[in-house]
T-cell receptor, first 113, second 114 residues
Framework: DQQVKQNSPSLSVQEGRISILNCDYT??????FLWYKKYPAEGPTFLIS?????DKNEDGRFTVFLNKSAKHLSLHIVPSQPGDSAVYFC????????????FGKGTRLHILP | NAGVMQNPRHLVRRRGQEARLRCSPM?????VYWYRQLPEEGLKFMVY????????ESGMPKERFSAEFPKEGPSILRIQQVVRGDSAAYFC????????????FGPGTRLTVT
């Protein structure tokens, strides 16, 4: 049973446009969500996070939106740049409990010139 | 401040041999996590350790796999009698305080079993 789902294995976006990566979760105990970015042959790099007490968190070109009722979050990148081409992992945890971070399978983002 | 270090970066083992993967967390981090990534899959949690203690090993296969994080030295993930299905990228992450906040990942060890 996959608790964190990224249903789009890949996404192509024109440079300069907005990239929207989606993530759904099933466990209502999750209250902390993270996005990681991964280049080939490197480890994942923490990008941005959001607590369930918020519905939006912004950091430069990156914004994460959380819809708790729909158990859905999304990562917006605007404007998209060539260096954004990578695999993006959505992750979730039940902070404050003795639980682990659960990762989705990732979405490969291609930024087209 | 050096990041999380893992070695070796690439490891080739024949079936039946042992694999030892090492992870040095970031300075000041006392929490270490190991993950495995199979081709076309996400990161699967394996084990969470603090110094000298295994906190959560619910993701570890019941046999052949073990992990430690001694008082001195790196964390070690040990796989005995490797099989082809163990071929994967193994990532280590560390965090500075209470778990399940941002974790910082190492570059990974790619294990190939021939």
């Amino acid at each position: 049973d996959q608790q964190v789902k990224q249903n789009s294995p890949s996404l192509s976006v024109q440079e300069g446009r907005i990239s929207i990566l989606n993530c759904d979760y099933t466990n209502s105990m999750f209250d902390y969500f993270l996005w990681y970015k991964k280049y080939p042959a490197e480890g994942p790099t923490f990008l941005i996070s959001i607590s369930s007490i918020k519905d939006k968190n912004e950091d430069g070109r990156f914004t994460v939106f959380l819809n708790k009722s729909a158990k859905h979050l999304s990562l917006h990148i605007v404007p998209s740049q060539p260096g954004d081409s990578a695999v993006y992992f959505c992750a979730a945890s039940a902070s404050g409990r003795d639980d682990k971070i659960i990762f989705g399978k990732g979405t490969r983002l291609h930024i087209l010139p | 401040n050096a990041g999380v270090m893992q070695n070796p970066r690439h490891l080739v083992r024949r079936r039946g041999q042992e694999a030892r993967l090492r992870c040095s967390p970031m300075k000041g981090h006392s929490h270490v996590y190991w993950y495995r990534q199979l081709p076309e899959e996400g990161l699967k949690f394996m084990v969470y350790l603090q110094k000298e203690n295994i906190i959560d090993e619910s993701g570890m296969p019941k046999e052949r796999f073990s992990a430690e994080f001694p008082k001195e030295g790196p964390s070690i993930l040990r796989i005995q009698q490797v099989v082809r299905g163990d071929s994967a990228a193994y990532f280590c992450a560390s965090s500075p305080e209470a778990p399940f906040y941002e974790q910082y990942f190492g570059p990974g060890t790619r294990l190939t079993v021939t």
